[in-house]
């Protein structure tokens, strides 16, 4: 049993979350913000939810499914490695500018548990646009950056292209952000029932498109490219009615694609030809060039795994553990640019384990429904499966940070629920 006031609260947090920032200070003024406006709204959520629950006002099954008793585990195993973490305080807070420590985990699983006990089925199409819309001045604000972004700083950037992060002090960051958006636009957009309202979304998604463009992000390109080639193969091409819906804003957002690359000298196609090649560096290894940076964290990384493999070296220690590693006294990177290199590496191996079974069993569960599920219930799932596959290919380049990580778990709490009460 749900309380309305959980569900109008939450909602009306998940649709200004990435609005909540002040963005003329400088460019790390977006995720401390959000980490103290999530922690607060965690806390207060559990604080009322056992309050109400000892004085049975309010009846919150939580952590009795099989995807929150994973959640949970995880947690759990979150908790023993930041016991015997190598800089303990580091590993609960975070260290500066991400701050994804322990504290950031537990605010992800809990979004993933509010969502699933607290936004109903009738309210997740709602939500969605909701998220959308929000993400609108987002994205209109990045193509704003890249144009115009000395207006916005006291010390000009000198630069053939400017990589936007609007709201999210990183260009990978917001990269992420333009992506999950664009795939959550693709869910109202498919669902949509009027000419007017396809058309209005396919504006939308332009403007979300070209503000990921001009992130300069390719492994948002690459999620996203990964997410629609799930929808066309999956989706599209088993109810042909969709296909012509689906080919209109296919050939918009390409032809979009094309006019940018022209306008900035081919520098969107340089960054993808620059994938196969950094690719390549990895296959056949040249003696002359050194290999990826990426490719030099993972390696590392996994080679580190070993040694800390039941309890990790803690949350948020990577860059102490890295460069102490490879005999460097301090670095600026401070993740692997891979979620999964990164949990195995400072939560422990077990703990990687048990995360992938919690979004593997989301997942399944996901696609199990989709085989009963008909019409706009089989779309809506199988777009916030492809929306989900597509945050995982973004992330095996990159890590969840707090300014997006909650959308995705806000994704996966959607699916959770609608696998198990269906349209209710």
Same mark, same amino acid.
């Given at each position: 049993?749900? @309380? ?17 920032v ?5 460019i ?5 913000l ?28 939580? =952590?009795?499914?099989?995807?929150e ?15 015997? @973490?190598?800089?303990?305080?580091? #590993? ?11 504290? *950031? ?8 548990? =509010?969502?699933?006990?607290?936004? +109903?089925?009738?309210? !997740?199409?709602?939500?969605i646009? $909701? ?8 994205? $209109?604000?990045?193509?704003?950056? !890249? ?12 630069s ?10 990183? #260009? ?10 664009l795939?959550?636009l693709?869910?109202?957009y498919?669902? #949509? ?9 396919i ?15 390719? #492994? ?8 629609? $080639? ?20 296919? *050939?918009v ?36 060039q ?34 102490? *590693?490879? &005999?460097?006294?301090?670095?600026? !990177?401070?993740? @692997? !640019? ?5 949990i195995?590496?400072?939560? &422990? ?18 696609v ?18 492809? *929306?989900?596959?597509?945050? $995982? ?10 300014p997006?990580? +909650? ?11 609608? @696998? ?5």
């Amino acid at each position: 049993m749900y @309380s309305r006031w959980f569900t109008w609260i939450l909602t009306g947090f998940l649709v200004l979350f990435p609005l909540m920032v002040w963005p003329y200070f400088n460019i790390t003024y977006s995720t401390l913000l959000k980490y103290l406006y999530l922690l607060g709204l965690v806390f207060v959520f559990w604080v009322v939810i056992g309050v109400k629950s000892l004085f049975r006002t309010i009846d919150v099954p939580v =952590f009795r499914s099989r995807a929150e008793q994973l959640a949970l585990l995880f947690l759990l195993l979150a908790g023993v490695a930041t016991y015997f @973490s190598v800089e303990p305080v580091p #590993s609960i807070v975070g260290q500066e500018y991400k701050f994804l420590g322990l504290f *950031a985990w537990v605010s992800f699983i809990s979004v993933f548990v =509010f969502v699933y006990h607290f936004i +109903p089925a009738e309210n !997740h199409l709602r939500l969605i646009q $909701l998220i959308v819309v929000a993400s609108i001045p987002v994205a $209109l604000y990045g193509i704003f950056q !890249h144009f115009w972004i000395n207006l916005l700083l006291e010390e000009p950037i000198e630069s053939t292209f400017i990589k936007s992060w609007a709201f999210f002090d990183n #260009s990978n960051h917001f990269g992420t952000y333009a992506m999950l958006m664009l795939m959550l636009l693709f869910v109202v957009y498919m669902l #949509s029932q009027k000419r007017v309202s396809s058309v209005m979304w396919i504006v939308v998604g332009v403007v979300i498109f070209v503000a990921l463009l001009y992130s300069g992000s390719r #492994s948002g390109w690459l999620g996203l490219f990964a997410g629609a $080639l799930l929808i066309t193969g999956h989706l599209v091409f088993r109810m042909k009615y969709l296909l012509k819906r689906w080919v209109v804003m296919m *050939a918009v957002l390409f032809v979009t694609m094309l006019v940018v690359n022209f306008s900035e000298g081919n520098f969107i196609l340089d960054r993808f030809i620059s994938i196969g090649e950094e690719a390549q560096q990895i296959v056949e290894p040249d003696e002359e060039q050194e290999p990826p940076a990426r490719w030099s964290f993972w390696t590392t990384s996994v080679g580190l795994m070993g040694e800390n493999f039941w309890t990790g070296t803690g949350p948020s220690t990577f860059n102490t553990v890295y460069y102490d *590693a490879i &005999g460097v006294e301090d670095g600026l !990177h401070d993740n @692997s !640019h891979n979620e999964f290199v990164e949990i195995g590496l400072t939560l &422990g191996v077990p703990a990687l384990v048990v995360y992938l079974m919690f979004i593997g069993l989301v997942l399944w569960r996901g696609v199990q429904y989709v085989r009963t599920a008909e019409g706009s219930e089989k779309i809506l799932v199988v777009l916030l499966l492809a *929306a989900v596959v597509a945050y $995982l290919v973004k992330v095996m380049f990159n890590v969840s940070v707090i300014p997006v990580a +909650p959308f995705f778990f806000v994704v996966l709490g959607v699916v959770w629920r609608r @696998s198990v009460f269906g349209k209710e």
